[in-house]
């Protein structure tokens, strides 16, 4: 079993190594090939006594483990008191955030890092990688455009849940959501997440420059920090996530706007200022409600944002909407054609499914995502 310090000490971390509970019980664990900012991530040798592995988040140096215990012990205890009260919404939160489940201590007794749910990487992508895939990011599949509007939804409904147990997401980047083969997201990092417990306030951590919120910004002292922050942020990945990577402050100007946060702080965006390269598709495939809905949630008065209840209804009246055209793409016709290659002839999509239902591709993969996505539900907030 394994000494604090000579965890600390030796670089690289070791390969493989035993550690224990809170409850004083030994598991053994192994290095996987992730780490983070803040630590490296270990997989235990064996299963929980469901059968189901973990992921051990061991801290860099002491420093950071100290800084961090407080906060870990405050979100452990808090999901236990969730799940007293509330155990279905537990249960949903439990398999889409990778909440910490217990701390891990060295052999000597020092707070090293913490358990939590082990997600298989090689049965996942994150949604950075999802929006920067070719097949994906230039609609290269008939399937691309439903594909990322079933990601979107699944986004924003994973996000509703994180706010639900209460947290503030904060550090909302891409690499922080995985995206299962079903299309299921996880969010990762939740030690990084704020909230409020037993009258102690636990604010987010670090946020990306290029993602910040307006009241993220230093200048900008009139708001503070709160779920709304992550309306604003789940709006951006939303939009990039149709808009091959763009963010809504990508856009033509016709006028010099100053830099970034400049236009943040203004309420500038796509949808008010100038127009997307000519290259992006056209906004309109975002959906009739969704262009009602996404610009308002980047507003910069945090307080005019509205619900994501919002926002996964619009995304979800898509899936009512979309049409396959004669070249088999699965769209939003946008001016009685198909973006992607201009087709003017459309069916509706289980009338292709249909009288195309002997085809093993890409029909089967169709019918099968399509399935799942009118089968959705909205969870009321």
Known sequence: ??????????????????????KGYPIKIKKSNFRGGEGIIYITERGDKYGNLLAVKIFNNEKKAKEKEEKISAIIDRCLELKNKNPNLFEKIKNHIAIPRVKIYSEDGEFIGFAMTYIDSSN?????????????KFYSTNIA????????????????LAHKAGFIIGDLHTDNVLITKRTEIILLDVDNYGFIHKGNIYNPNAIREDVLPPEYIEKNTKYSISQESDIYLTAVHVYSIFMMGFTPFNFVRTEDLGDENDIKLSGKNVFNTGSPPPYLPPLEILGKKTLQVLPKC??????????????????????????????????????????????????????????KENKKFPIKILKNLFSKAIKFTIVSS
């Not at 079993?1 to 809170?22: C, G, H, L, Q, Y």
């Not at 455009?145 to 509703?160: C, E, G, L, P, W």
């Not at 944002?305 to 926002?311: G, V, W």
């Open 145 to 160: 455009y439903q594909a990322k509007n079933k990601v979107a939804y699944n986004f924003v409904k994973t996000i509703r």
């Open 124 to 136: 996942s992508t994150t949604l950075y990688k999802f929006i920067n895939d070719e097949k994906y």
């Open 298 to 355: 980047l507003d910069a008065d945090p307080y005019k944002r509205p619900k994501l209840k919002n926002l996964q209804e619009a995304l979800r009246e898509n899936f009512k909407n979309m049409k396959v055209c004669s070249n088999g793409h699965v769209v939003l016709p946008v001016k009685n054609k198909c973006f992607i290659c201009d087709s003017t002839k459309f069916s509706e999509v289980m009338e292709s499914i249909h009288r």
């Open 1 to 22: 079993m394994a000494k604090a310090k000579e965890i600390w000490s030796n670089e690289p971390f070791p390969e493989e190594m035993t550690v224990k509970t809170d």
